[in-house]
């Protein structure tokens, strides 16, 4: 089957976001901007005999010599109707600075937009793999413990945030325990999905720069007996290794 996602709708206070990299300052506000949930990485678990996808909403443009699809908002035409602060949205401190699909948003065809769509969905989320309907998104989760951890980069605001890279769900006792890579702020977090509507979140581990991918290996299959997290960090070059604590 095809799933088509669809978008996020960040005008809403749970979802805010920060767009602008030169405002210096981390401000999460809702703006009238939507986010098209693009994966990256995917894993897939079981509750209750119903299987699971979690995404991890990363986004990415279409860049090649002959085409690319991203542009600031501040260079685009928006329709006056639908908004009429279009001069104020555009400021650099506002949306101006903020990344969008070029060729999505203008749906009456008159060459003006009239909604704006920006890559990715700075966030995981949760579907139903056999009706493919959304069951949980993170919101702006990531991006908001990224910044109370120290590790949110401010100048990746415009584009997509936090950038959730990896996602892995492994069985660990009773539970599904999910980790998430986050690209742009050097972490992985971990969740507690054993309810998939209504995921715990556990803890933030600081990681290599730019973890791109991650591993889980299980207690039973691990030289130490314990189970063990491996993360590969493209910024550095770097694998790093991580077990639980011992209590």
């Given at each position: 089957?095809?799933?088509?996602?669809?978008?996020k709708?960040?005008?809403?206070?749970?979802?805010a976001?920060?767009?602008?990299?030169l405002?210096?300052?981390?401000?999460f506000?809702?703006?009238?901007?939507?986010?098209?949930?693009?994966?990256?990485?995917?894993?897939?678990?079981?509750?209750?005999?119903v299987?699971?996808?979690?995404?991890?909403?990363?986004?990415?443009a279409?860049?090649?010599n002959?085409?690319?699809?991203?542009?600031?908002m501040?260079?685009?035409?928006l329709?006056?109707?639908v908004?009429?602060?279009?001069?104020?949205?555009?400021?650099?401190?506002?949306?101006?600075?903020?990344?969008?699909?070029?060729?999505?948003g203008?749906?009456d065809g008159?060459?003006d937009?009239?909604e704006?769509?920006?890559?990715?969905a700075?966030?995981?989320?949760?579907?139903?793999?056999?009706?493919?309907?959304i069951?949980?998104d993170?919101?702006?989760?990531l991006?908001?413990?990224?910044?109370?951890f120290?590790?949110?980069?401010?100048?990746?605001?415009?584009?997509?945030?936090?950038e959730?890279?990896?996602?892995?769900?492994?069985?660990?006792?009773?539970?599904?325990?999910?980790?998430?890579?986050?690209?742009?702020?050097d972490v992985?977090m971990?969740?507690?999905?054993?309810?998939?509507?209504?995921?715990?979140?556990?803890?933030?581990v600081?990681?290599g720069d730019a973890?791109e991918g991650?591993?889980?290996?299980?207690?039973?299959?691990?030289?130490?007996?314990?189970?063990?997290?491996?993360?590969?960090?493209?910024?550095?070059?770097?694998?790093?290794i991580?077990?639980?604590?011992?209590k």
């Amino acid at each position: 089957a095809i799933f088509p996602l669809g978008l996020k709708d960040y005008n809403n206070t749970e979802n805010a976001i920060d767009p602008s990299d030169l405002d210096d300052k981390i401000a999460f506000n809702p703006w009238k901007v939507k986010g098209m949930y693009m994966p990256d990485a995917i894993s897939q678990f079981s509750s209750n005999n119903v299987p699971y996808l979690v995404t991890a909403n990363e986004g990415d443009a279409r860049e090649y010599n002959a085409y690319t699809d991203i542009k600031r908002m501040k260079s685009l035409k928006l329709d006056a109707t639908v908004f009429p602060d279009a001069a104020t949205l555009k400021l650099d401190a506002n949306l101006g600075r903020l990344n969008l699909v070029a060729d999505m948003g203008d749906t009456d065809g008159d060459g003006d937009l009239d909604e704006m769509v920006s890559f990715g969905a700075r966030s995981f989320s949760i579907w139903n793999g056999t009706t493919g309907k959304i069951v949980y998104d993170s919101k702006n989760d990531l991006d908001k413990k990224s910044q109370e951890f120290g590790t949110y980069d401010d100048k990746r605001s415009d584009d997509k945030g936090s950038e959730p890279e990896a996602v892995v769900v492994a069985k660990m006792g009773n539970q599904n325990i999910l980790f998430v890579g986050s690209e742009r702020t050097d972490v992985f977090m971990t969740y507690d999905v054993t309810n998939p509507t209504a995921p715990q979140y556990l803890q933030t581990v600081k990681t290599g720069d730019a973890p791109e991918g991650i591993l889980f290996i299980p207690a039973s299959k691990s030289p130490t007996k314990r189970s063990l997290v491996v993360v590969s960090s493209e910024g550095d070059g770097v694998i790093k290794i991580y077990q639980p604590d011992l209590k």
